[in-house]
């Protein structure tokens, strides 16, 4: 099962809240890690309109020795010139409150950030039932 | 445009959010809240986010800011309900929502509020020794 939603506008960050719970509870993930997994997509979607100028996610079921969800949000935005700074709690470059990156790093059970300047973010995550 | 709705009862406002939040609908909440706490000199507010599924950060701000707004109007906010995977959620992500009182059930926030005001106002208090503002005991 995968499916890829557009972000564009601040109403796409709430189909994203819907589609990402739909996908956690056919996993099978308890109700603390759907909230967990929810949570981490509302603010990476954020993080893509408010920071990539837009972008998409793609929603993916992952079955290895467990079921998991695995989400990949994509941007062509700007970019982030300083990965270890944007992952320190409390630093934002916007108007947020610096939690997004390292905060949803900690709901996570995997984590991975690539970025270019001027290429754009990939952030892939994921959140394995236990 | 959809809005979400405010209720009033006596000197506190309730409102009882159970839609998803979207940016528009949380800066129209925002302008309908500060305008009614004016309008019928409204004491306390009462955000009943028992129905909320995820309290994300936009979200968490938000309440801060309609928190910071209403007391800058001087009047109390208390924040209730909130499910437990929320919390667990809410602090791990970092955000433990500074500045905002928050209760248990609706029950409880209604009580904050009215020693709040009463302790505020305590001419309030010798006007009306025991009812509170519904008219209850």
Known sequence: ?130 | MDRIPILRMGDFLLITVQVDMHDRLAISLQDDLTEQIVRYNARGVLIDISSLDVVDSFIGRMLGNIAAMSRVLDAQTVVVGMQPAVAITLVELGLSLPGIRTALNVERGMQILRAETARNNPELLEEEPVAGPDGMV
Do not use: C
């Open chain 1, 1 to 130: 099962m995968a499916d890829t939603l557009h972000i564009r506008t601040s109403e796409d960050i709430v189909q994203v809240r819907t589609a990402v719970r739909k996908a956690a509870i056919a996993a099978k993930l308890g109700l603390v890690d759907q909230t967990k997994l929810v949570t981490a997509a509302s603010e990476l979607a954020r993080n893509t309109l408010d920071y990539g100028k837009g972008g998409s996610v793609l929603i993916e079921r992952v079955d290895a020795a467990k079921t998991g969800i695995r989400l990949t949000f994509e941007d062509r935005g700007p970019g982030i010139a300083n990965i270890e700074l944007a992952m320190t709690d409390g630093w934002t470059s916007g108007s947020g409150m610096g939690l997004g990156l390292s905060g949803t790093r900690r709901l996570m059970d995997e984590f991975q950030l690539a970025s270019k300047p001027g290429e754009g973010t990939t952030v892939i995550i994921t959140k394995w039932s236990r």
